[in-house]
């Protein structure tokens, strides 16, 4: 039998926290500068309420349409909503403004309609730059080659607040295996912050999932984004 199915969501969130402050001390980082996105996909409103109760204060939504009805039913909750999924240009509109971070730009032209969006609604949109960082061909994301070029057409974006880059490394058996995935996206940030962007700053790495959020605070992770790990198997 599966032990996750038996625990309830407060126990399994206490885990993931106490291993992610654990993690944060073992490589002399405050653990604070971790902060913990549930990704909510599949997960009800009731059981995003549970977490909620027991100390969660972030959840990242994939789907615009799931993430509307949740928000609204979650509004006088303690909770902060975060972007993680792959993000269509037409849907810019409605997510411009509902999202504290949106983790999942992957095109100058998506960034760009951000920007366009933010502007009308007088706001600044934070994001960060999802990255494919094993060049993959058949995910999305800016190429890490590329990135450098591509960050000085930023500076234009003034309704755009760069923060950081995001990245989700191909499947993997072993979590130790995404290490140097994650110290790859680490090191890539470093490099693009020496550029000195107007409006781009590289303080934040969204990286670790279920699997492997352990080795990502290692590697510097300052989001993670667990869904598996707290509210069970989805399909469950
Ligand atoms: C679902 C999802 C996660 C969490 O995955 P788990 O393996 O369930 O922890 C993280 N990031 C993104 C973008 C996701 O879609």
Known sequence: MDAGAVDSIAD???????????????????PDSVRL????????VERVREAIAAGLRAAGENRLQEAIPKIQALRDEPI???????LQRR???????????IH???????????????????????????VNIAGEPTKTGFPPGQLEEQ?????????????????IP??????????????????LAGGLSGQDVPGVAMTELSMGM???????????????????????RRDA
Request: aromatic share 8%.
């Open 12 to 30: 399994r969130l206490r885990v993931v926290m106490e291993r992610i402050r654990q993690a944060a001390l073992s490589v002399g980082r405050e």
């Open 37 to 44: 996105v549930a990704a909510t996909k599949a997960v009800s």
């Open 80 to 86: 902060r909503w975060h972007f993680i999924g792959h």
């Open 91 to 101: 849907k810019v509109r409605d997510v411009v403004g509902r999202f504290d971070l």
């Open 104 to 130: 999942s730009v992957d095109t100058l032209e998506l960034a760009s309609e951000i920007d366009r969006r933010a502007e009308a609604a007088a706001i600044r949109q934070d994001v960060l730059l999802e």
């Open 151 to 167: 960050l000085t057409y930023f500076s234009g974006m003034t309704h755009l607040r760069v923060r950081g880059l995001m990245t």
């Open 170 to 187: 191909p499947p993997v058996d072993n979590p130790e295996q995404a290490r140097g995935y994650f110290r790859t996206l680490r090191e």
């Open 210 to 232: 279920s699997s492997d959020y352990v080795v990502a605070v290692e590697e510097g992770a300052t989001f993670v984004r667990v869904g598996t790990a707290i509210f069970g």
